[in-house]
């Protein structure tokens, strides 16, 4: 297991100087990836070349590219951009994020979004392979049947034959279709103890592409807060996940509520959902349970989190990617290292 950084938003929890220290330290490191968010702020692509041309070996990521804000083929580009920006160092993400966001920010309809995906990733492979791009799908139709446009070929050579595609995914068919057409699965809120049906789904998904399991990257984000107590410890992870299990998604589709009801959190899920869309947010925060945050967090002193590791390299994690909570950059920065140090005394790292 190798250890990776999620800057998340960028300049949400600091400044860009703060955000940038934190990923030259992460490269210092040895950390094989450092990953960046988009919703509608910051936006991914910028912030990972200013990372590229900041850096020298570490692998940067999107941790997501929306789909519904680029066409396939503008992703493609981007893609082939980035990773010759970086010497074939990119990871692509992508996500169709929530219809909140997908319908209310950028316009697209929500509906169908496994058959996007898996055409949005058909195009985007299809245009990075050089080929001229021709696509008679559901959702896309390149070039249009009715218009004077024509089949096109990327014009910039990548630096790599293939770009490692990751896919957001929480529900059990996303988690198969990522399985079954991605090179990782970036999951949220991955409990060890909670991982086997997730994994089983990715594993089904792999079969049907004739592939196994071996050799696609389980890269869950997890943030972690080193102190003495625990329960002090999950405090500022709290908001982060009263805002996706409570608010980011309508009562009615909420893909985090539900993943919190599968694992087993059902009553607190509802409790949480309750407050926050009643902009109770205090309250929200109050409710989530410390169970709930330790079992997707890295929380405590070093050698709980260095047992911890083991638990999510045990449970599949090829790549760990962390999200260090702290009063300033300093203490994240220690976050890091003590992540190091506590990957080295777990005896998992690769």
């Known amino acids: 297991m190798r250890l990776g950084l999620n800057v998340g938003y960028w300049g949400m929890r600091g400044s860009s100087d703060d955000d940038l220290a934190l990923v030259r330290e992460a490269e210092r490191l040895g950390f094989a990836v450092v990953w960046a968010a988009e919703a509608y702020g910051s936006d991914a692509v910028s912030v990972l070349s200013w990372i590229a041309a900041k850096t020298e070996k570490i692998d940067i990521g999107s941790a997501v590219l929306q789909i519904p804000a680029r066409t396939p083929t503008m992703t493609a580009m981007t893609a082939a951009t980035l990773d010759t920006l970086s010497d074939g160092r990119f990871r692509l993400g992508l996500g ?23 055409e949005y990733v058909d195009i985007v492979n299809l245009a990075l392979s050089r080929e001229r791009v021709k696509y008679d799908g559901t959702t896309y139709q390149l070039p249009l049947p009715d218009g004077p446009g024509k089949a096109l070929h990327l014009m910039l050579h990548p630096v790599r034959e293939h770009i490692p595609i990751y896919l957001a995914a929480i529900g059990p068919k996303n988690l198969e279709l990522a399985g079954e057409i991605a090179d990782g699965w970036l999951p949220v809120f991955f409990a060890p103890g909670h991982s086997s049906e997730s994994l089983d789904k990715i594993a089904a998904g792999r079969a049907k592409a004739g592939q196994e399991l071996t050799g696609f990257d389980v890269a869950p ?26 608010g980011m998604g309508s009562r009615e589709q909420n893909f985090y509520n539900a993943l919190a009801v599968r694992m087993g959190f059902g009553d607190a899920a509802a409790r949480v959902q309750d407050l926050y869309l009643a902009r109770d947010y205090d309250g929200a925060c109050a409710a989530v349970p410390t169970e709930f945050v330790d ?46 140090d506590a990957l080295d005394k777990s005896g998992v790292g690769s």
């Open 221 to 246: 984000t997890v943030p972690i807060v080193v102190g003495e107590d625990v329960e002090a410890s999950a405090r500022p992870v709290r908001p982060y996940a009263a805002l996706y299990v409570g």
């Open 295 to 340: 079992a997707t967090s890295l929380l405590g002193p070093v050698d709980r989190i260095a047992d911890r590791m083991t638990e999510f390299a045990a449970a599949g994690v090829t790549t760990l990617s962390l999200a260090p909570y702290g009063a300033d950059a300093d203490e994240r920065i220690a976050a890091l290292r003590t992540a190091a």
């Open 96 to 118: 169709v994020s929530g219809p909140q966001v997908s319908e209310g920010w950028h316009g697209v309809r929500f509906g169908k979004p496994l058959v996007r995906t898996r």
